[in-house]
């Protein structure tokens, strides 16, 4: 079922340099995230920068349908990454919004010279799994993880970003790592950004269905690309001592025997 | 209140102000607008003749519909044979329907405009059909003189149609070729009249004729 | 006596209280989550299947799309032709700007017909123009013919689904609603005997009323004909035996020519029943001596329609062929059913649709009502992207909510232009950060968790526990680390 390309484990691109856009969300809430995705880059040779000048992609507000908020912050991330080489990014949401939402935003509120920044930009952006797996020719990480996981494909993952078979490919290449499918694997966890709010009954509900499904693996983890689904999820399994835990996958990449992951407690 | 033709022409002013970001300069026209819409969807089925009406038959008994093969020449002994098995004496059939299909034994009921409560208390009708597909098992009736008025090939219970294996076309395309013109009436047919409403179990026979029979006649080579 | 113990559901937008309060008697209702997600999983399954043999699926998809939006873009010319030919060939073309009017010509075409009663062939755009209680206060039966219709119309229920509108009710309670109404006191509950009740109770019905009212499932310019596809057989008797015909359609339902058919017939059984075709589809053009009602009136009915034309945005919203499937696999229906959408059109598409169709004046809770998964779009036929609707929509809610003097007192609406002041600048930003440190460090319990906050964010936590902010960001661990990029 997992289709494994064969890929040289080491780094095979010199030079790389990378800027990484961490998102609001993982900077305030998911440092850890963070701090593997640094450990799992600088070890396949990546050479990372960080702007501490970055703040938020404007998903929240353009989801919410306050798109003049949104655009303002869409314009200041171009501002900011227009000279980057690449830009990884660990939230799959976050990406695809700027894939998506961000040409129409632009088209609508923005000046010719911001588009064509943008255009000349959006090619040099990646999800952190697209990043390994397609622009570094990476599966295998050197990663070693010896539990039993379960992975939640996270909606815009899966249908706007089309991620298919990377996370999996990196996933059959960490060590001691038992992988075990989420029935319904491609059904949403209800978070759906501030929906998890304003519709939280909703949203409980939905959440309630698919831990069913997540704990019905028996996996000792749940891991996702996006920590937004990972916080909803994660969130009801503390709630109610469901004896699972969630981790980002950066988390699981970035574990070795040496230096084992970094936890959500 | 406006009247009858004000609104007429509300609407369709109301339309045309609404495609006022379609009036760009290279915009195609109508027709070769229409002419242009993408179709690379499949038009003409692969399936050997052969497999196409053996097709057919397999998606009619799988709607529960009864098929029999003959050949041509034992297209009326086949008739009076099912009708028999149905234990069917009085049927209705099509004002045209050919003279050696009305096979003797039966009081047939000829349909020159009979009433609806002889339809109702007939046992069963038998009509031909304009064509059938394979792929959705589906028997197209255009309401010609062979086939009948539509009440006729719904009210009877029990519906008898002789389909020939020439007739049988594999996908849904290939029957709008088959249409010289547009029909004016039409019915296809994809099995029995069916309902899920309830807990989604399907109950086959709600209105319509509840028994589907069919002769395949053999008539290409 | 409604057995569902659920208060008899509003599905007028005027009315409807907004999704999320809406939803929630729906969420307590074990009994009817389990019949909706029973009903989509069989419908889902039976599609997906269907799905995966149809090689040329997605060219289809692309196919019925672009003949959609084709007719979108040429609605006028494409209604005049219809008209034209439908005349032609004997049918009477009526025009009725809005739900009020169509009613009005309605009404007066069955004092014409002399009309008591009349049987229906289920449509949604009748229900959509609140038909049945207009023609019941004008003294004239309307008699549904679905089964479903039935057993909603004698249940006194609400449809919750547009292809499946009873998938609420179970067998048990069926058999107690015909039991009743029908006087069948020693009625099984099972669904062969409640569907042959049905039968024959429609019988007579069919037999006898002599006037019909249908919809439309497709109207063919070319030809001026009109096309139903149906599974019972109720509509083949509605539009063959009664001598007066009366078809509703909304005026985004025309098709350019006959060979059209040929792509959307495909494309809506599958999606809509999991069927590679229904049991039966009927064509008719005008009137046809000899063969069916002899008098024909086709009411076209706008409704709103031609101001969401009038949207390029939104326009793709009228390709919709109400084939159901966006609900089918809405993980948002699933959980909440029909009733909760307040519209006679629920799901995804009745999320853009309802807003739309009330000028975005009601139902304004409805664009909100989505976790934006996309699973709708990747299903339906016909591809609306309804996602993209959904926020152009939100967009137009929150613009109206910049104008209105309560808007500061919405924690949501003051939450997120707050936030946005804080994205602004990272020196804002990380400030915030430190703020929500010690603020939220206040509802932070030993074990480093929240199980409580206030307001909105009470929200969250009625079912999820939120990790406290760590102490440092992970901004703040890179600078410490003294590797910072100017």
């Known amino acids: 079922m997992i289709r494994v390309r064969s890929t040289i484990s080491c780094p095979s691109v010199p030079n790389m340099r990378a800027s990484l856009f961490i998102t609001c969300y993982n900077d ?62 660990p939230s799959s949401s976050c990406v695809a919004m700027m894939r998506d939402q961000y040409p129409g935003l632009f088209e609508e509120l923005g000046n010719d010279s911001l588009r064509k920044e943008f255009a000349a930009l959006l090619p040099r952006i990646y999800e952190l799994s697209e990043f390994l797996v397609d622009r570094l020719g990476v599966d295998d990480v050197g990663a070693y993880f010896p539990h039993r996981v379960a992975y939640h494909a996270s909606c815009h993952g899966v249908r706007l970003l089309h991620l298919g078979e990377r996370p999996y490919q990196l996933l059959a290449k960490v060590r001691g790592l038992e992988l075990v499918p989420i029935p319904n694997a491609e059904r949403c966890c209800g978070f759906g950004g501030t929906f998890s709010v304003k519709n939280a009954e909703v949203s409980s509900a939905m959440l309630a269905a698919k831990l069913q499904d997540v704990i019905s693996t028996r996996a000792e983890y749940c891991t996702a690309l996006d920590n937004s689904c990972l916080m909803h999820l994660g969130g009801a399994m503390h709630r109610q001592y469901a004896g699972m835990r969630t981790i980002h996958l950066a988390q699981i990449l970035a574990s070795t025997e040496g230096a084992p992951a970094e936890e959500t407690r | 209140m406006s009247a009858p033709a004000d609104s007429r022409q509300r609407i369709l002013d109301s339309i045309r102000g609404a495609s006022v970001d379609l009036a760009v300069k290279d915009r195609l026209d109508q027709a070769s607008a229409y002419a242009a819409l993408p179709r690379a969807y499949v038009r003409r089925g692969a399936l050997p003749r052969q497999a196409c009406v053996e097709l057919m038959m397999t998606r009619l008994r799988e709607y529960d519909a009864e098929v029999v093969e003959c050949a041509p020449a034992q297209l009326p002994a086949t008739i009076a044979a099912q009708l028999a098995a149905g234990g069917k004496r009085s049927v209705v059939a099509p004002a045209g329907l050919p003279a050696e299909w009305l096979v003797a034994g039966i009081d047939w009921k000829i349909d020159h405009d009979l009433p609806v409560a002889e339809i109702e208390a007939a046992e069963g009708v038998v009509t031909a059909c304009f064509c059938a597909v394979a792929e959705s098992g589906t028997i197209v009736l255009h309401h010609s003189a062979t086939e009948g008025r539509r009440v006729i090939s719904l009210l009877p219970d029990w519906h008898l149609c002789i389909l020939h294996s020439s007739q049988v076309v594999e996908t849904l395309p290939e029957y709008f070729d088959r249409c010289v013109k547009p029909p004016a009436l039409a019915t296809y047919v994809s099995g029995p009249s069916a309902t899920a409403d309830i807990e989604m179990t399907r109950i086959k026979g709600v209105h319509g004729p509840r028994f589907l029979n069919v002769i395949l006649v053999r008539d290409e080579g | 006596m409604n057995p569902t113990a659920e208060a008899r559901p509003v599905l007028d937008p005027l009315f409807a209280p907004p999704f999320p309060q809406a939803a929630l008697p729906v969420l307590r209702n074990p009994q009817l989550r389990k019949n909706v997600a029973h009903a989509i999983d069989v419908i889902q399954a039976k599609r997906a299947k269907l799905v995966a043999e149809k090689t040329d ?15 979108l873009e040429n609605l006028g010319a494409y209604l005049e032709q219809f008209e034209a030919r439908c005349t032609a060939a004997g049918g009477v073309v009526h025009w009725a700007a809005d739900a009020a009017e169509a009613r009005r010509i309605i009404l007066d075409l069955l004092r014409q017909e002399n009309a008591s009663e009349v049987i229906k062939i289920k449509t949604m755009t009748s229900a959509e123009i609140q038909l049945n209680p207009a023609l019941e206060e004008a003294g004239i039966s309307p008699f549904e013919t679905d089964l479903a219709e039935i057993i909603l119309q004698l249940g006194e229920e609400e449809p919750s689904h547009i292809v499946v509108p009873a998938l609420h009710v179970n067998r048990s309670q069926v058999r107690e609603i015909f039991a009743r109404r029908m006087g069948l006191k020693n009625l099984s509950d099972n669904p062969k005997d409640l569907t042959n009740a049905a039968r024959t109770f429609l019988r007579q019905k069919f037999l006898t009323i002599p006037t019909a009212i249908s919809g439309a499932n497709f109207l063919i310019a070319e030809t001026g004909s009109v096309g139903v596809v149906e599974s019972e057989g109720n509509g083949r008797m509605c ?181 946005n002041f804080f994205f602004a600048s990272a020196g804002r930003f990380h400030f915030a950060q430190r703020m929500g440190r010690i603020g939220l460090g206040f509802f932070t319990g030993k074990d480093g968790w929240i199980h409580s906050l206030p307001s909105v964010g009470g929200k969250w936590t009625q079912t999820r526990d939120l990790r406290g902010l760590p102490q440092q960001s992970f901004h703040e661990w890179w600078a410490a680390r003294g590797k910072e990029t100017k």
């Open chain 1, 28 to 89: 305030t809430l998911f440092p850890e995230t963070g701090r593997s995705v640094v450990t799992l880059l600088e070890r396949v040779g990546v050479e990372l920068d960080f702007s501490p000048q970055q703040t938020c992609c404007g998903q929240m507000h353009a989801n919410s349908g306050f798109r003049s908020e949104a655009f303002s912050q869409a314009k200041r991330f171009v501002h900011l990454y227009r000279d980057a080489e690449t830009v990884v990014i």
């Open chain 3, 57 to 71: 699926w997605q060219e289809l998809r692309t196919a019925a799309s672009a003949i959609r939006m084709h007719v």
């Open chain 3, 239 to 419: 539009l063959t035996l009664p001598r007066a015909m009366i078809t509703l359609a909304g005026i985004e339902k025309i098709l350019p020519r006959f060979q059209d058919l040929e792509v959307m017939l495909q494309v809506l059984a599958r999606s809509a029943t999991g069927e590679r075709m229904n049991p039966y589809t009927s064509l008719w053009t005008g009137v046809t001596p000899g063969d069916g009602p002899q008098r024909f009136h086709v009411v076209l009915l706008d409704n709103g329609r031609s101001s969401i034309l009038a949207k390029p945005k939104q326009r793709q919203t009228l390709k919709c062929i109400r084939c159901a499937a966006c609900m089918n696999a809405c993980p948002v229906y699933r959980q909440t059913g029909g009733h909760a959408y307040g519209s006679v059109y629920p799901g995804p598409i009745g999320a853009i649709l309802t807003p739309q169709l009330m000028h975005m004046k009601h139902a304004q809770s409805l664009p909100f009502a989505s976790s934006l998964c996309g699973a709708c779009y990747e299903v339906c036929p016909v591809k609306i992207n309804i996602p993209e609707v959904l926020l152009e929509l939100r967009a137009q809610v929150v613009d109206q909510e910049r104008k209105q003097t309560g808007r500061i007192s919405d924690p949501m609406y003051l939450g997120l232009r707050i936030a």
